[in-house]
């Protein structure tokens, strides 16, 4: 479960109660990878579970995804740098699996996977949804038009 303006994300029991949170309840941004000890978000809007099986954050306020790395406990970009705006296409993947860092995303997404395990948004703000490309790493804008 995930509050939007509380900046946590929790995890409960089958009994209700809470095992797990993430998020210190106050709006912060990393650009690199953070246990989850130390973690900050920023209007978290939506979560998603990944083929991968670990979570996908939109962190909005942020303006990037998150992946929530269940086994290592860990949390790192996936899209975005933190600043509103578009740019990014054609370029190259900085981490491992995901991780379009350099790609500027606007607030207002909708994060799913694809068949082939493309990550796909759709930037409402900008009109156009983009996919970072599992195969060569690359993100692109496939529909629409800011």
């Known amino acids: 479960m995930h509050e939007i303006e ?3 994300i929790w995890k409960f029991s089958l009994a209700g109660e809470p095992i797990l949170t993430l998020g210190s309840g ?3 941004f990393q650009k690199g990878t953070v246990p989850f000890e ?3 978000f920023n209007w978290i809007y939506d979560l998603r579970l990944g083929p991968d099986g670990d979570i996908y954050v939109l962190d909005s306020k942020n303006f990037c995804v998150r992946r929530i790395d269940v086994r290592q406990e860990m ?3 996936v899209a975005g740098t933190g600043r509103p705006g578009y740019s990014g296409d ?3 993947l900085l981490l491992p699996l995901w991780g379009a860092i350099q790609a500027s995303i606007s607030t207002g ?3 799913c996977h694809s068949m082939r395990r493309e990550y796909l948004y759709c930037d409402t703000y900008n009109h156009v949804v983009r996919m970072v490309e599992r195969a060569t790493g690359q993100i ?3 529909a ?3």
């Open 140 to 142: 692109s804008t496939i």
């Open 144 to 146: 629409g038009s800011i």
């Open 90 to 92: 054609g370029g190259l």
């Open 6 to 8: 509380g900046c946590r």
């Open 109 to 111: 997404l909708f994060p």
């Open 38 to 40: 130390s973690v900050l």
């Open 75 to 77: 949390v790192s970009p």
């Open 26 to 28: 106050q709006p912060g």
